[in-house]
């Protein structure tokens, strides 16, 4: 039965002439070849029917990949990276519960407040002293904060997380940006408040309060990759106020806590998170229960 | 409603989309076929396994990259079939014992015979002998060029060659048909 013939690309007599042209040929040569070129046409390809590519189609159709349709979702979700992972750290909100935020912000506003007493009281040594509060309470709310994000990888809801549609990298990416966005905020709140009550270091005590906060945060995020994160959270904070401690009743104050190395804290803090959160999608087979 | 590109119709297909895999084969079929048509001297049969071929690589790889035009993969993934298929030993043994007067037509830089050319009667022939005297990277660029209608950087996509190399071999793959069908077309004038 003889097939119906494919066409010949070139409709117009000088669209072969431009593609020798533009291969390079000269007039000249494309005068000689064109004869030649035009004579192609007359080789013609078979054309399939149509019942031939319903029988091509009946070949490929069970080779289609068919992804699941949780994976189909997640595919969906990636397109809207961002949206996905603020929606998905909205949702953990309602896990931290009221007390998490209240506690917070009187932390907060503790530090203010001692913070505007002891200029008050004490003028002569009052940025030193303010910024000593200031580094006690800002890695406290980094203490209270990684045990509350994270506490649901101690409550054995490592299972759960692993069935949800975000993955257990996500919820723990969603709840650092929660938490540390929560802190940020305050943090702000507490320039304003030092800014309106007339202080002349509001960046100095800002950053006292704020680097020691990452510092804490990535170190107990780094440690809970293999210790509980009670414990975790617990040896960060103790290890920093051990570290204020000594550089308090020593002469190493100068040296440790120089106000040039203000914001070396927060770069090692935010290495630790980085690398924390890297390491903590990696080592999530160790926190699944052991049968 | 506006017609969907190749790269979207693809991107639908690895998510498991019938309709859209429908769609790219109806667009894809005839002029995929006419190809290795000609790649393949003329052997419908061949040709066409080598079209179902070339599909079922498209979906069981999962090489595409989204932001690569999908014409010239698809091309290059039909092409490297056609030659792995002529490299294989049982098919260049199948030639070399002549089981096939198709066959002749296959082997590259050979002159044509006087009994060949009798039996390229048939309108087209002529061209196809034309074809198969060329050498395989020669041949392979004028089928795209001329038959497929592909810009120059479409076969350089294709072949994953520079663009001066497309043109040099169109060059001589063109002039050396000229030098073939040359006798022809004096008589033909």
């Keep these: ?291 | 409603m506006q017609e969907r590109s190749d790269e979207q119709l693809m991107a639908a297909v690895m998510a498991g989309d019938q309709v859209a895999l429908a769609a790219l084969v109806t667009r894809h079929h005839a002029p995929l076929l006419g190809y290795l048509y000609r790649l393949a001297g003329g052997d419908r049969q061949l040709s066409e396994d080598l079209v179902q071929e070339t599909l079922l690589h498209v979906l069981r790889q999962h090489t595409y990259q989204f932001d690569r035009p999908f014409k010239p993969w698809l091309y290059m993934i039909a092409t490297n079939l056609a030659r792995d298929y002529f490299k294989s030993a049982a098919v260049r043994q199948r030639w070399r014992e002549g089981d096939s007067e198709e066959a002749l037509l296959h082997l590259y830089d050979n002159e044509p015979s006087p009994e060949e050319r009798a039996l390229v009667a048939e309108q087209g022939s002529e061209v196809r002998a034309a074809l198969a005297q060329l050498g395989e990277e020669y041949r392979v660029v004028v089928v795209l060029r001329f038959y497929q209608g592909f810009s120059l950087q479409e076969i350089a996509e294709t072949l994953q060659i520079p663009l001066g190399t497309v043109k040099s071999r169109l060059s001589v793959g063109v002039h050396r048909l000229r030098t073939v069908l040359a006798p022809v077309q004096k008589g033909v004038d």
């Design chain 1, 1 to 291: 039965m003889p097939h119906p013939q494919s066409s010949w690309p070139f409709e117009r007599p000088e669209q072969l002439a431009d593609a020798l042209r533009e291969q390079g040929a000269s007039p000249e040569e494309c005068a000689d070849l064109l004869p030649a070129v035009r004579r192609l046409s007359e080789w013609q390809a078979p054309q399939p029917e149509p019942a031939d590519t319903r029988r091509l189609l009946a070949h490929l159709t069970p080779e289609l990949p068919a992804p699941s349709p949780v994976r189909q979702a997640i595919r969906e979700h990636r397109q809207h990276r961002v949206a996905f992972l603020l929606a998905t750290a909205r949702a953990q909100v309602s896990l931290f519960g009221l007390g998490f935020w209240l506690v917070s912000a009187l932390i907060t506003l503790i530090g203010v407040g001692a913070v505007v007493v002891l200029r008050n009281v004490v003028p002569d040594q009052a940025l030193v002293l303010q910024a000593l509060v200031l580094r006690i309470s800002g890695p406290l709310l980094a203490f209270l904060g990684t045990i509350v994000a994270f506490r649901g990888r101690g409550a054995r809801v490592l299972e759960l997380e692993l069935v949800c549609l975000p993955s257990p990298l996500q919820l723990a990416i969603a709840r650092l940006v929660i938490v540390l966005g929560y802190d940020v905020g305050l943090s702000l709140a507490l320039s304003l408040l030092l800014w309106a009550g007339g202080s002349s270091q509001v960046l100095a005590l800002t950053l006292s309060w704020f680097t020691p906060l990452l510092l804490v945060a990535g170190l107990a995020l780094l440690l809970s990759l293999r210790l509980s994160i009670q414990v975790a959270a617990s040896l960060a904070y103790g290890s920093w106020l051990a570290l204020l401690t000594i550089s308090t009743i020593s002469n190493l104050q100068s040296l440790l806590l120089a106000p040039a190395l203000l914001v070396l804290p927060g770069c090692i803090g935010l290495a630790g998170l980085s690398i924390g959160l890297l390491c903590l999608h990696a080592d999530m087979h160790r926190l699944l229960p052991h049968p």
